[in-house]
């Protein structure tokens, strides 16, 4: 087995950055096996039956790039990924560059700025407007939204948006955030809700983050970015009545001066 025949990569959820992540290992000869999951259900287990298809004594160096570990783990697995618990470390491109000893575009270290910490991020970089624009685009259609989802969010915030106290909260038409949340960049503090999920971004998200421990240990909420990135739920883990709970509690912290 020689280097590149070591390693079998699983990739997660559909955006820009995992994209590339398969662009560059096509490029570079590695394996790997894509099921085309979505953020919401990207878990180890979709691919239980290809790494139940080599015997322990043949078992390949298994790659696991932002997947939720919900089975036995192989004997032989690395984790790539920088949310939750791995939110202090690079983003999943920079990580795999950095195992397979390959250097990084221009543009794949924009993308991969993008996935950490978003506009600021490439912002850091000195991104010019076009080549923000042009990320964010390429995001977005990636995660798989549709015209008709831009739509909806145009239609969001012109009709369905409040400002508390600097905290903008959008209650959104269709389940993809990321058209809110690029049309209302810059933003201090920006809440998005439906009936089935939430996700806090800007500042002090890690306040968030320490009031709502017992539901990240349970695998209900999720969180990235750094100390002002941000922090949500799973889709379809909590009722409506318990997300506008939720709602109402972020709401009440900042109010109070607490994040």
Known sequence: MNDKDQFVFLLGGADLEMHTIRQLLEKNGFRYYDKHLRWDNACLSAYQSEIGSYADTDSPQWVGIELQEDMTLPARYISIDH?????????????????????????????AANDKAYIPGMKVLQASDAEITRIRLADRACQGVTEEEEKLAEL????????????????????????????????????????????????????????????????????????????????????????????????????????
């Open 83 to 111: 949310h939750n618990g791995n939110a202090y470390k690079p983003s999943s491109l920079e990580q795999l560059a950095e195992l397979l000893e390959i250097p990084l575009s221009r543009q794949e270290q924009l993308i």
């Open 156 to 259: 969001a915030i012109r009709e369905h948006i409040q400002i508390y106290d600097g905290l903008i909260v959008v209650r959104v038409l269709c389940h993809r955030f990321s058209p809110i949340c690029d049309r209302l960049f810059p933003y201090e503090r920006l809440l998005i809700y439906t009936d089935e999920e939430w996700m806090y971004y800007g500042k002090q998200a890690d306040r968030l983050v320490e009031s709502f421990q017992s539901d990240i240990q349970s695998g209900k909420i999720f969180y990235g970015g750094g100390p002002d990135g941000y922090i949500g739920c799973k889709r379809k883990v909590y009722t409506s009545s318990e997300i506008l709970q939720h709602i109402e509690l972020i709401k009440d912290l900042i109010n109070h001066g607490n994040i």
